[in-house]
């Protein structure tokens, strides 16, 4: 089935610094949602990427559906305590009536 | 309603006996997910609905697993005589699932509903 790998799982950094997390596919997805998730709650969406090649932004975010649509990365520049958490990609084949294939999971800590 | 609303929040349980877990999804939102999130794990697909269509239940894990969607609203997710490796957060989401419409198949996620199994 299909699959999704996330890199790297966990990650510590100091606060103010940049963040860069990948997700990649041996199967080629039309859709590349990244989702942020605190504890006790259900994941949030941060941003949509419909188009190969495509880049999006959100406030300090930016994440790219990358060419060969395989993959899709997602940075968060000068990080902030509230940052910490999981982020989860999740890739979906077309772009209507099909589940998402979620990866694993980036458990992200910020260190003040 | 204003989000995906899912309950009981918490559910302990004994080990055999069944339980139900309720999704109530953004109203217009035809499209209804239920995920499974074991701890310190990624989200694991179970079933999705979708309008009228027959659901997609590839991700069911076994027979004591079930879902159905009345009225293409209210989603009930039962699993019968569960077992300890049941315990876990179930998730669900809904989408707006309209084809051609960007944006429309972004899965909005309840808070979950955490299962644990004695």
């Known amino acids: 089935g299909q699959q999704l790998n996330q890199s790297p799982q966990s990650m510590f950094i100091q606060e103010g610094e940049d963040v860069s997390m990948n997700c990649t596919s041996s199967s080629i997805f039309n859709t590349w949602l990244w989702y942020k998730q605190d504890p006790g709650e259900g994941p949030v969406l941060l941003i949509a990427l419909y188009k190969a090649g495509e880049l999006t932004s959100n406030g300090r975010l930016t994440a790219q559906f990358g060419i060969t649509r395989k993959d899709s990365f997602l940075n968060i520049s000068a990080s902030i305590p509230s940052d910490v958490g999981i982020y989860f990609c999740?890739?979906?084949?077309?772009?209507?009536?099909?589940?998402?294939?979620f990866g694993p999971g980036t458990r992200l800590s910020v260190l003040p | 309603g204003a989000g995906v609303s899912q309950s009981p929040s918490n559910k302990v349980t004994e080990k055999g006996k069944d339980v139900e877990l309720r999704c109530d999804p953004i109203?217009?939102?035809?499209?209804l997910y239920w995920y499974r999130q074991s701890l310190g794990q990624g989200l694991e697909f179970l079933i999705y609905?979708?309008?009228?269509?027959?659901?997609?239940k590839s991700g069911l894990p076994s027979d004591r697993f079930s879902a159905e969607r009345t009225g293409g609203s209210v989603s009930t997710l039962t699993i019968q005589r569960t077992q300890q490796e049941d315990s876990a957060v179930y998730l669900c989401a809904s989408s707006l699932d309209v084809r051609g419409k960007r944006g429309a198949n972004v899965l909005t996620f309840g808070a979950g509903s955490r299962l644990t199994v004695l």
């Open positions: 999740a890739g979906q084949l077309g772009n209507y009536g099909q589940n998402f294939v």
């Open positions: 109203s217009g939102h035809t499209a």
């Open positions: 609905f979708q309008g009228n269509s027959a659901p997609d």
